[in-house]
């Protein structure tokens, strides 16, 4: 089992940057596939990023075509954590991000939806104001 622990978020202008961290639990990290949800007010919790299993020499990753080419994930298995980098922001991001852990133990698939998850953050709050 892992525990995931979001930070990061906070109140930022439109056009600025954030990045979130998720730090897990537990020993075997690279044993998990990580993504990132978003959750706005009034809205259904959707796919933002997601990356591969972390025990392989190359990392895959794939982004919702609302985030492509602004946001940025990845991990550093050393100290057991997720990054979410998130450029160019606008009002429309503003929303609780959660981060989610897949154990998959190995394999380049990168996973959107939220059900194919086995654990979840409690969520960080990210602001965007215009």
């Known amino acids: 089992q892992v525990q995931l622990v979001e930070s990061g978020g906070g109140l930022v202008q439109a056009g600025g940057s954030l990045r979130l961290s998720c730090a897990a639990s537990g020993r075997t990290f690279s044993s998990y596939a990580m993504g990132w949800f978003r959750q706005a007010p009034g809205k259904e919790r959707e796919f933002v990023a997601s990356i591969s299993w972390g025990g392989g020499s190359v990392y895959y990753a794939a982004y919702a075509d609302s985030v492509k080419g602004r946001f940025t994930i990845s991990r550093d298995n050393a100290k057991n954590t997720v990054y979410l980098q998130m450029d160019s922001l606008k009002p429309e991001d503003t929303a609780v991000y959660y981060c989610?852990?897949?154990?998959?133990?190995?394999?380049?698939?990168?996973?959107?939806?939220?059900?194919?998850?086995?654990?979840w953050g409690q969520g960080t709050q990210v602001t965007v104001s215009s």
């Open positions: 989610a852990a897949r154990n998959v133990y190995r394999g380049s698939d990168v996973y959107r939806r939220s059900d194919e998850y086995d654990y």
